[in-house]
């Protein structure tokens, strides 16, 4: 293998890793951090305990759904 060839191998794969933690590092930011609700802020129906231990919403699961599909 070429020299030429192996240092834009490296390039590639450099760039790749770059965008790769740039696309990790916006949705961490785009992930709502902090307490659950209790209730939805759509709806207002109860959103299950179950739901809201796993991660921070503030929405039931019907009402995210249809909030990501707009």
Same mark, same amino acid.
């Given at each position: 293998m070429s @020299? @030429?060839?192996? $240092?834009g191998t490296d390039a590639i794969i450099e760039r790749m890793d770059k965008m790769t933690a740039?696309? &990790?590092e916006q949705t961490k930011n785009s &992930?709502?951090? $902090?307490e =659950?609700? !209790?209730f939805c802020e759509e709806? $207002? !129906?109860p959103i299950? !305990? =179950?739901r809201r231990k796993v &991660? @921070?919403?503030k929405y039931c699961l019907p009402c995210q759904s249809a909030l990501e599909k707009k």
């Open positions: @020299a @030429a060839w192996a $240092g740039l696309f &990790i &992930i709502y951090t $902090g =659950s609700a !209790e709806c $207002g !129906e299950p !305990e =179950s &991660i @921070a919403c």
